[in-house]
């Protein structure tokens, strides 16, 4: 226990002392403030100046309409100027293009003769290819303009046209089939789960990805600079591959908070504050249990991927090889993350629903799965059992590759030398 002990401090204090740790950690936190802030930096860097946007006049009056629409508006978005004819379709085309030369417009509408039911067919021009943004709101005005004309050739009044025009409220409840009458979430609850199950997601991604690989990194690093001899003989090889296990994810457990700490002082922020409230988003909404399977996932997980990065690590004698034998660890990550992160929109899809019972992916997806879905608890219980097992399973596994393969130097071992030499030590 000693031994452990002091494995423990010694990683932690040579990780969390190194040049590496602190700039890592400082560049991590700049940027997460950068990424909390963005939608406010977005806004500074806004213009609050209306697009201008040029039309020709037309028999249908559809320009001096739509400019009415758009001056009424209570945030002017679009500045329509309606130019008149200059008699011929060149001419016009080279007037309007002048216009955007000398930056009068950003682009112009052009009402053809074609119409299509009940109203002319519409055209912009613009040298932005790309201008989704405007394209929307000119479509949004154009829709109300067709709506006025034919509320007015319908006789409707005033009212009758507000009902029309109105939008259907519908609020979403996500229905539990496993509770009883009543039990379910709001449309809020759901959006602050999934908020908190997107965020969970990333954390473990990050997780695993940075400190398994630190992990591996520093076992190859002792084996290629004999160092590993040293050790040794003073702690057992288990002792130092769960020592550094453990020590590592204390050490990224503290880099998280750190992160966490800047994440809250920066929502805390008055812009930030008001742009919360505005989404509805509230902690308090968050089921507690949620927070609960937010750890045992994040455990089970950390340990499930750390014991394998470990134990590849113990088998390569040079960093420079380090990176293709964690490849496969790294692409099984790399496939519960994007399947998680994918799966949000879908959450009750069959490859979303059988790939949370595989071990590899479950802390990912069954987490999703409780955050956005109601599993059944059988299912829940079934996961993490499955879970359990798998880490018992590999880290035995692991603790007989790590202990044979730490003095094992020279090219990386093959399956059958690997396991003769695991056969030669009892874990």
């Given at each position: 226990m000693n031994n452990l002990s002091t494995v423990l401090a010694f990683t932690i204090r040579n990780?969390?002392?190194?040049?590496?740790?602190?700039?890592?950690?400082?560049?991590?936190a700049l940027i997460v403030s950068i990424g909390v802030n963005v939608p406010y930096l977005i806004t500074l860097f806004q213009s609050d100046k209306a697009t201008n946007i040029g039309m020709l006049a037309d028999e249908s009056n559809v320009g001096e309409q739509l400019k009415v629409y758009y001056e009424a508006a209570e945030k002017k978005e679009i500045n329509l100027i309606v130019y008149p004819n200059e008699g011929g379709a060149e001419a016009n085309e080279i007037m309007l293009k002048k216009q955007i030369s000398?930056?009068?417009?950003?682009?112009?509408?052009?009402a053809s003769d074609e119409?299509?039911?009940?109203?002319?067919?519409?055209?912009?021009?613009?040298?932005d290819t790309m201008d989704f943004s405007t394209i929307n709101k000119l479509q949004?005005?154009?829709?109300?303009?067709?709506?006025?004309?034919?509320?007015?050739?319908?006789?409707?009044?005033?009212?009758?046209?507000?009902?029309?025009?109105?939008?259907?409220?519908?609020?979403?409840?996500?229905?539990?089939?496993?509770?009883?009458?009543?039990?379910?979430?709001?449309?809020?609850?759901?959006?602050?789960?999934?908020?908190m199950v997107y965020v969970l997601i990333i954390l473990l991604f990050m997780s695993v990805m940075?400190?398994?690989?630190?992990?591996?990194?520093?076992?190859?690093?002792?084996?290629?600079?004999?160092?590993?001899?040293?050790l040794i003989t003073s702690v057992s090889p288990l002792t130092q591959m769960f020592g550094k296990i453990i020590g590592m994810f204390l050490v990224a457990l503290s880099q998280i908070v750190l992160?966490?700490?800047?994440?809250?002082?920066?929502?805390?922020?008055?812009?930030?504050?008001?742009?919360?409230?505005e989404l509805d988003i509230n902690l308090s909404d968050i089921d507690p249990m949620l927070f609960t399977y937010a750890i045992l996932f994040f455990l089970t997980g950390y340990f499930l991927y750390a014991t394998m990065f470990a134990a590849v690590g113990s088998i390569v004698s040079r960093t420079e090889d380090l990176g293709q034998a964690i490849l496969p660890i790294t692409m099984l990550t790399m496939i519960g993350y994007l399947i998680a992160i994918f799966g949000i929109q879908d959450p009750n899809s069959m490859l979303v629903q059988v790939t949370s019972f595989v071990p590899f992916f479950a802390p990912f997806i069954m987490f999703l799965r409780i955050g956005t879905t109601d599993p059944a608890m059988w299912e829940v219980i079934l996961t993490f059992a499955i879970l359990f097992l798998t880490i018992l399973g590999i880290g035995w596994?692991?603790?007989?590759?790590?202990?044979?393969?730490?003095?094992?130097?020279?090219?990386?071992?093959?399956?059958?030398?690997?396991?003769?030499?695991m056969r030669a030590y009892k874990a």
């Open positions: 990780k969390v002392r190194s040049r590496a740790f602190i700039i890592t950690t400082i560049i991590l000398v930056g009068e417009i950003e682009g112009y509408l052009i119409i299509s039911f009940g109203f002319p067919v519409i055209t912009y021009h613009s040298e949004n005005g154009l829709q109300q303009v067709k709506l006025g004309m034919v509320v007015q050739d319908l006789g409707l009044s005033s009212d009758q046209l507000a009902k029309l025009s109105s939008p259907v409220q519908i609020e979403k409840v996500q229905i539990s089939t496993t509770g009883g009458v009543g039990d379910g979430k709001s449309e809020e609850q759901i959006a602050a789960a999934s908020v940075i400190s398994g690989q630190l992990i591996a990194t520093e076992i190859t690093a002792e084996k290629s600079s004999r160092v590993m001899e040293i992160l966490g700490a800047a994440i809250a002082i920066n929502l805390s922020l008055p812009h930030n504050k008001d742009a919360l409230i596994l692991a603790s007989k590759i790590y202990r044979a393969g730490v003095l094992m130097y020279g090219k990386r071992p093959s399956l059958k030398e690997l396991v003769r030499a």
